[in-house]
Structure formats: structure tokens, C-alpha cells
């Protein structure tokens, strides 16, 4: 069986590429939202503040991960899914949806 092509191979293509400057500026803004709440723990502000922070950043990095998960499944696993079609080699197929599977476990923990 070939080997599947690297994650980091600069030559495989990913699904959130046509994205990637809305995902980094996503990214970039979280980024700021972290750094406010260690000013804030730095400035001493009150702990419910600082948790409602938290959980905002928490449910911006969910929609990042969720993105990326959509972005897997619509690109990856479907075009591994064309590529067992086209081979007769579903386990193409069957590595790309254990894959997700396991992202999203790792989500859920």
C-alpha cells in the first residue's frame, strides 16, 4: 500500500487553505483576547470578568476547531473517498475518517 502523504508535505493542498487569512485573522484575534485576560489577572479584575472572558475564548476556539473539522471532512475525507472510487482501495477512505474521528475525541475531551 503507498504510504499517505505527510500533514506537513508543503506540497499537499488543505482544505482550509482557500480560508487561511480569515482562519489566521480568527486566530490573531483570540490571540489578543488571551492576552487580555492575563492583563486582567495581572490588574487584579474581578474572577467573574476574567471567567466570562474565558469562556468567550473557549467558544471561539470551538468554532475555529469546528471550521477545521468541516474543512477535513469536506476536503480530505471526501477526496480520499473519490480517490478509493477511482483505486477500488477504501482503506484510503477508512484512514482519513479515523483520522477525524480521532480529532473530534480529541475535541470532546
Known sequence: MESMPVATDPHVEHGYTTDKEALLKRLRRIEGQV??????????????????????INAA??????????????????????????????????????????AIGRLLR
Request: overall charge negative; some cysteine; aromatic content about 2%.
Open 35 to 56: 492576552r487580555g485576560v492575563a492583563r486582567m489577572v495581572d490588574e487584579e479584575k474581578y474572577c467573574i470578568d476574567i471567567l466570562t472572558q474565558v469562556s468567550a
Open 61 to 102: 476556539l470551538h468554532k475555529v476547531s469546528l471550521g477545521l473539522v468541516e474543512d477535513h471532512i469536506a476536503h480530505c475525507v471526501v477526496g480520499a473517498a473519490a480517490e478509493s472510487l477511482a483505486t477500488g482501495d477504501d482503506s484510503i477512505v477508512r484512514d482519513k475518517v479515523a483520522e477525524a474521528t480521532t
